[in-house]
Structures are given as C-alpha cells and as structure tokens.
C-alpha cells in the first residue's frame, strides 16, 4: 500500500511589488498561485513548465526556503507552512534540496569533506570520528573516493561537483529531496549519469524526490508522475507514461510537441505556442493559458478552469474536459 509523504493544498506566494514615488505597494507577483499535490513514499514527481511558470518557488517553499504567502504543505503529518525558524531548521533534516548551479552551493574555501560534514554539525549529528566515516561512505555511494575529501570545489568538473551536491543533500538521510534543475548545467552525457545515479540513490536510501526542470526528456527519464505549471498554476498531472502518450491540456500537448521522438518514422505535429508567457503581476482572465491557446472558447476568457480528475489519475484544468 502506498503512503503518503507530502500534501500540498493550495499553495501561494505572492510577491508584492513596490511601485510609485513612495514606493506604496500597489501590485503583487503571483509567482505561485493555488497549486495543490501529492507526493507517495519512494516516488519521483516530475514538474515542468517554461522559465517564470512558478516551479521553482514551489519547490523553495516546500523546503521552506521561501516562506508561502498562502496555503498548507503537509509533510509527514506536520504543517511545515506554520513553523516558525527553529522548527523549520529542525525539519530540514527531513527535507534536503540539490539546486541547479552545485559550483555556486559550494563554498570555495572549504574542503569537499567539510562541505558534506556541514549539514551534519549543524544538526549535531555524529561525533567527529563518525562523521569523517560517513563522509568517506557518501563519497563513494556517490561515485568519488575518500581521497577527494581533502580536495576543494574548483578541482572537480560540472558532474563531479554535483554529486557532492547530492552528498551533502544525502549526509543527514532526508526523506525528501527537492532537485531544482538539477542537470540543466551539465552536457547530456554527464546528465544521465547523474540522473542514473538519483535513481540508484533512490532505490537504497527510500528516497523521494520532486524533481523540477523544465526539460521534458529528462523529466520523462526519471518521475513516476509528472506535473505541468503553467503561469503559477499546475494546469495537467498524471502518470508519467500517461502524460507523455495522452497529454490533454492544450498547454501540454505544445509542449510535447516539441519534444523530438527518436524512431524518424513517428511524425509528430509541431505545435508552435504563440507570444510570450504573459507577466504574472498581471495574469490573463479566466484560463491564463487563453491568449496563446489554439482551442481557446469563450468560456475559457471569463471562467478558470479547476483542476479535475478526467481519466483515473488524470488531472486537467482545461474547459475542454
Ligand atoms: Fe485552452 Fe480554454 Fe483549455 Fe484554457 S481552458 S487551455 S484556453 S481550451
């Protein structure tokens, strides 16, 4: 039986705007507006969406990086949007986050075996001794050797430094990891061999994952499930085979349309989304999507689309359905 890990329910952040000679607050961001989901024990959840779709904000206010405007994010039976900073730091333990630049979260005067015993001391965990042990099994669980413990961050190239991300993320054995684009910075084949190792990881450690991108192929790779944000909203959500075969929002279905398919003999339709992705301070009315939507009906300009079960496990927010 399947068990829950995170419930997200409608979860905002909105960013106020200073505008104005006085600097009067007059407008608000909605980077994130109203997203709600789940995440089972041992599963990936992919979320994708164009640059500024709200994605990343998601993932920083489930690890309470950023605090959320609105909403609640249950996480192991604790509502981690009502802690305040001592509980919060307490919770990260449980919670680890790997980001998309491993150089930048890499402090350059400190040594690799420093920076993987960080997390450690800052919870008190471990006697010294133990933690140089654990720091030498982390570097080997994540391809490196005990002797690049000594060594410092600008020794090592793109892919190496981002499996001292994941060891750092790993030293206090979280529950759930947040991965923030974390292979977008790498060449393509340095990428799979850092996402084949998240998916060994994940295998001996129980680990969950949510795993943002905004590269369909890798996300396919590695979710179980994978979820589509659009301007702040989560617009499709369902399996990940189901996504991918049978996309239903019109949003989704351009999407994969650009995504290219290896066998030449499967034509696909490009679908070619028109303008930009509209300013967040400023949404469309109804369905965001509308202004560059093909199948955009008059419903679809006055009314927003809820997000609803269309198939088993198929959530849409779309007025087609
Ligand atoms: Fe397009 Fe209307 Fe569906 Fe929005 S609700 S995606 S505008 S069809």
């Given at each position: ?101 491993p ?40 391809g ?13 190239s793109g892919g190496q430094r981002q499996r ?18 974390p292979v977008s910075a790498l060449d393509v084949s340095i990428q799979s061999q850092v996402l084949n190792l ?124």
């Amino acid at each position: 039986m399947t068990e829950l890990l995170l419930e997200v329910k409608n979860l905002k952040k909105h960013f106020p705007v200073n505008k104005g000679l006085f600097g009067q607050k007059k407008s608000f961001v909605r980077a994130v507006d109203g997203v709600s989901l789940t995440i089972e024990k041992g599963e990936t959840l992919g979320l994708v969406g164009e640059s500024g779709c709200g994605k990343s904000t998601t993932g920083r206010m489930i690890t309470r990086l950023l605090a959320p405007t609105e909403g609640e994010i249950l996480f192991d039976g604790r509502d981690l949007s009502k802690l305040n900073d001592k509980q919060i730091r307490e919770a990260r333990k449980e919670l680890q986050m790997i980001f998309q630049d491993p150089y930048a979260s890499l402090n350059p005067r400190m040594t690799i075996g420093e920076t993987i015993a960080e997390p450690l001391i800052v919870h008190n965990m471990m006697n010294k001794k133990d933690r140089i042990k654990k720091v030498h099994e982390l570097l080997e669980c994540v391809g490196l050797t005990s002797y690049h413990a000594n060594r410092y961050p600008h020794e090592f190239s793109g892919g190496q430094r981002q499996r001292i991300g994941i060891a750092r993320a790993l030293a206090v054995n979280p529950k759930l990891i947040v991965a923030d684009e974390p292979v977008s910075a790498l060449d393509v084949s340095i990428q799979s061999q850092v996402l084949n190792l998240m998916q060994d990881l994940q295998e001996e450690f129980g680990l969950t994952y949510l795993f943002i991108s905004h590269d369909l192929s890798v996300v396919e790779h590695i979710s179980d499930r994978v979820g589509v944000m659009y301007l702040g909203k989560l617009v499709e959500i369902a399996r990940k085979e189901t996504l991918y075969e049978n996309p239903k929002h019109p949003y989704t279905k351009a999407l994969m349309s650009a995504v290219p398919i290896a066998n030449p003999r499967v034509k696909k339709e490009r679908i070619v989304l028109q303008g930009d992705i509209p300013s967040p301070s400023n949404p469309p009315t109804g369905c965001t999507f509308h202004p560059r939507c093909n199948a955009c009906m008059e419903i679809c300009k006055t009314e927003v689309p809820l997000l609803k079960e269309t198939s088993p496990g198929h959530f849409s927010a779309c007025h087609l359905y």
